[in-house]
């Protein structure tokens, strides 16, 4: 990985996104805020939180019930699990999707910035086989791309929450910060 070609990505990636929020008719902005609307916060681009890993599929696709932002219960497989280590302390996260044939995966979680740095209900990072998927066969865990759930910028939505066992003991200072 060349790490300045990887750092331009990141940022045309989120300058994307915020033309996406400023102009787009499907922004999760409010109407009435999209004039204030300056941008999103996010950390500086940070290589130690980019992880080439393994999934460890589980043996039984279990179905887990998630509950969302307005009450309303989600189901989804949990598929595998990552294993890797920040600053010293080893991490896991489940992976899920939304049904058998799904090509991506979704990863909510929680650090120790959530509710003071970052969204407080967590954030995202969906993993698409596509895009990050190495021929090595290892998933591209890249914590510079988290993202906020849309109910972080209006309670029009509703987003699931992040389950506990994907809550980390860590601080994750990369990808998105809290909205303002």
Known sequence: MDVEEWRRQIEEERKGKHKFFK??????IPFEQLEA??????????????FEL???EHSEMEIVEIEDTK???????????FAFNVDCVDCRLQAYKSDMKEERLFVPFKDLSSGTETYGAGRYLDLDSRKDFTSEGQWV?????AYNPWCAYSKHYACPFTPPENWLEVYIRAGEKSYK
Do not use: M, T, V
């Open 23 to 28: 102009w787009s008719p499907q922004s999760p």
């Open 37 to 50: 609307f300056k941008g999103l916060n996010y950390y500086p681009p940070e290589p130690k939180y980019r």
């Open 54 to 56: 393994k999934l460890f």
């Open 71 to 81: 009450a309303n219960l989600r189901k989804l497989i949990r598929w595998g699990e």
């Open 141 to 145: 865990l890249d914590f510079n791309k």
